[in-house]
């Protein structure tokens, strides 16, 4: 309203974050280096009772911080590097003001616990988003602000973080979340899952997956849960997974995960979903003629471009969607369908016809999911690698995708990078596809 006032001074402990597009998620003061989580589970009443440590290096000297976290939880004791601390929790922050500062620069840890009924958080652009049930069972789909339905965290992608989460629920079902199952211990009628995950992740991505699946291995590193009676077919739609992994780590480098877990929920989704070392898949997806098949081939991409590298700032989210669409169309190319090219011109005529007011480096958080940052997003690479040739593109993608392995990205560090790939001056070629709105003539 009034474009005078001066914004408050960022602070220490400040609740608001940095991102551009989201800053009333994500909170100022500190970094986040673990979250260890025990959560149980009952899916009956769906009830959530959790404990969550969190290891984090303060920035400033910081009297308060704070973390994001739905109300619909109550929040029991809460200490600071063991010493009770005082709170107060409403509008989806948690603020901590721990007994003694915690000095600049110092690691500290922050113990809670917390009880309720997770819900999904509600949005006004993207629906509801985060811990939901299922009609039996548990969907943890949270990109961007759905983290907090379940878990105290610093919610911005620019703060990854390592994992250790562990649920309790009834043994007749499966849990699935992300790293490396460490253990699974069954004690009367529940059973404990423990998975751990080395490599930083943006809180987005975390997940949990519960359901009456079965797991079976696709690969090398590559398993899948999946409702018992989808295996025949699922075998026959996720088959080539195996083979479009081996030509992504060709295209892109090397797999960055220890692990691909692919789930099929056992009900529809709109569209799949990806967090960090797997993907989740409706039955919708798993049609019996690999009618889903590109969209197996995005979620995977997005393990490179998203989970691996992330984006700094909501707003440079076509370095997700573009590249992952990008995968899409280089998948049918290497698998004897159409090539790139020709998925290319199909999806520019689309986009020639549709409303040309969308800036992709820039979409606006209204606009962050829009398809026109996805086609438009692609069309950018494709435009890309014609300019600059097979060799320098692919030799740049596995450099971008080396470089900032495990960390956060941004448009500018692309086109940096990409510059050093050519002797043509790429500058024109990218304002005119990422920075203006009208279609470009080439
Ligand atoms: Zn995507």
Redesign the pocket.
Known sequence: MNAQRKAPAAVAGADRGMDSYLPEHGNGGYQVRHYDLDLDYRLGPGRLSGRARITAAAGPSLSAFSLDLEDSFKVGRVTVSGKAARYTHRGGKLRVRPAKPVPAGADFVVDLRYVGTPVPVRSAHWGEIGWDQLTDGVIVASQPIGAPSWFPCNNTPADKAAYRISVTTATPYTVVANGVLVSQRTNASTTTWVYESTAPMAAYLATVQIGQYELVDLGPAQRAAVPGRLLPVFGHDFGRQPEMMSAFEALFGQYPFEEYTVVVVDDELD?PI?AQGLSVFGTNHVDGYRGAEHLVA??LA?QWF?NSLTVADWRHIWL??GF??YAEWLWSECSGGVPAAGLAARSRSELARQRQDLRVSDPGARRMFDDRV?QRGALTLQALRVEVGDDAFFALLREWTLVNRHCTVTTEQFTTLAQRHTDRPLAPLFRRWLHETPMPLA
């Open positions: 569209v990806e995005h979620e997005h998203g997700n969607e992952a669409t996805y």
